[in-house]
């Protein structure tokens, strides 16, 4: 979750800038800085899944013998088909349509690979790095950062929800099979 912080951080203070004030080169090296970071990396979350579903597909959920504890595990896995995996592709296809209007706009180098990469600490002085300061397509990409901003708010939210639904089961898998000493 700290990563999607920094992104939500970095998406506030790129969208601080006023799009007006990106004709001045020092303005675009601050505004890239910041669009550098959620430009170059995304999180997704990833449900580790293989006992679900080599239980389902193989009938392992019939050693379990109590339906209550199956319903449970099956209502986390639901939930999160339903619920978290199309806000994560929600999330995502906005994330691509930013990295589309931004390499329309702007010049922009390799992403960085890693999130030690100097190039996300050091604000560059002098480039310029707009190759057109069209402001209705800026306007544009600043509307699709702001959405995807909200579709990541709400994302870590859901996010939040599912893993309070999966220490319950835990707690509940635990007074069910007395899995402490295990």
Partial sequence: MTGQLMTIHKMDSALSISPARLNSISVQDTFFHHFLHFFSFYYEFVQNDNTYQQMRNGSGFSFIGNQDVIDSITVLYTFFAQQLKPVDADYLNY????????TQLMD?????????????????????FFITVNLPLIRQLYSTIRYDEGSLLYYMQVERMYNIKIQRLINYLDTQYHLQNE
Avoid at 95 to 102: E, T
């Fill in 95 to 102: 994330y691509a349509r930013i990295v589309q209007l931004g």
């Fill in 108 to 128: 922009i180098p390799i992403p960085p690979t890693r999130l030690s990469d100097s190039s996300l600490t050091v604000i560059s002085s002098g480039r310029q």
